[in-house]
C-alpha cells in the first residue's frame, strides 16, 4: 500500500468551496513529541492526484496540509478486553473509534451490564 490508497474527503464546515482530503496509511511507531511531523511531499502529490481522479478536479490547489497520529492496532481492528473482571479496556484505533463511536459505546455498556461477551468477538478480544 501507498499514500492515498485509502483516501477520504468531506467537505468545508464553512461551507466553502474547498473541502478535506486525507488518505488512511499505517506507519512506523512514532513519537508524536518527535520533530519531523510534517506532510511529506509525495503525500501531497499522491493525494492531489486521487483528488483528481476521484472528484473530477483538475488542478486542485492546496489551501493547508497538516497531519494527524492515531493509534493502529497490529490488525486495524478495535482492541477490548477485561483488565481485572471489573475493569473494561477498550481502544477502538486503527482510525475507526470516530466513525463507530456510538455503536462503540452502546457495544461496551453491554459488555458492562453483561448483555454481551467479548469471547463472541474473538477478533478484538484482548488478554493482558
Known sequence: EGFGDH???FPSEDGSATFKVGYHTPG???DPDE???EPQ???IDAILQRV???FHEHN???VETGVCLYTNAANDDFVIGWLDGKTLVASPC???GFKFGPWMGRFLADLVEEKRSIDDWPRWKWAP
Open 7 to 9: 483516501c477520504y474527503g
Open 28 to 30: 512506523p511507531a512514532t
Open 35 to 37: 520533530p519531523g511531523r
Open 41 to 43: 511531499p509525495a503525500a
Open 52 to 54: 483528481e481522479a476521484r
Open 60 to 62: 486542485p490547489v492546496v
Open 94 to 96: 486503527s482510525g475507526h
